[in-house]
């Protein structure tokens, strides 16, 4: 039976690039997300996608950023406060995504850090424009930012670190810092990757870039 050109598969069509202020806020919440810990499968993989719908942080400031920057999404979020323990009080903030949003919601994280990480992975093109390079400095700060904020912390006398589960986000971490002026290494550790820059004026700058200032509380119009 000869096949024409009509029956044959139509190919995907790529996606939309989302907007620099668009993908800069999904992106930043993408990479939070791939901070958290997954639960380990049977064989070592983490199962399901790494963009939960429903996710715990121990930071209110890291839970605040991640609602600050859903709300600019427009993507609704229910943030509810446990306080535990009893000699050490502790808070767990839960953040959690409507299920009429939820397929929206992954649709976009995954689109800004394919596109994101393309960005900063990719080789930077001579002549490139201004405005790019702009933002992809950006995301460097906003990837350094999640990571300060949500990843596990290593931090020595001469240098500040942070713990990953995720290699993707550790390689974008390295490029991220070399965006920012600042050589970072990444080595194994038990379990996960380290990410690390010197301390002093690389600690700093690092800093500095990543702006580590709690995010302000949503007001009652945004929540």
């Not at 020595?156 to 810092?177: F, K, M, N, S, W």
Request: hydrophobic letters at 40%; proline letters at 9%; glycine letters at 8%.
């Amino acid at each position: 039976m000869e096949t024409t050109l009509l029956d044959r598969p139509r190919p995907t069509a790529s996606p939309t690039p989302l907007d620099w202020p668009t993908m800069a806020d999904a992106f930043e919440v993408a990479c939070l997300l791939r901070c958290m810990s997954l639960p380990t499968g049977p064989r070592g993989r983490h199962p399901g996608e790494p963009y939960r719908s429903t996710v715990e942080f121990n930071r209110e400031d890291a839970a605040l950023r991640m609602r600050q920057l859903l709300g600019r999404l427009g993507v609704p979020v229910e943030h509810e406060i446990t306080v535990g323990g009893l000699r050490r009080r502790y808070e767990l903030h839960q953040l959690r995504v409507p299920a009429p949003a939820r397929a929206t919601y992954v649709a976009l994280l995954d689109s800004a850090w394919r596109q994101g990480r393309r960005e900063l992975l990719g080789v930077q093109v001579p002549g490139a424009s201004t405005s790019r390079r702009v933002w992809r400095s950006r995301l460097a700060a906003a990837a350094w930012r999640s990571a300060l904020l949500a990843g596990g912390r290593h931090v020595r006398r001469h240098i500040l670190g942070v713990r990953l589960t995720d290699r993707e986000l550790a390689a974008v971490l390295v490029r991220g810092a070399a965006l920012l002026e600042v050589p970072a290494t990444l080595r194994p550790g038990a379990g996960c990757f380290v990410v690390s820059v010197a301390d002093g004026p690389d600690r700093n700058r690092i800093l500095e870039s990543a702006s580590l200032h709690p995010a302000p509380m949503p007001t009652a119009e945004a929540s």
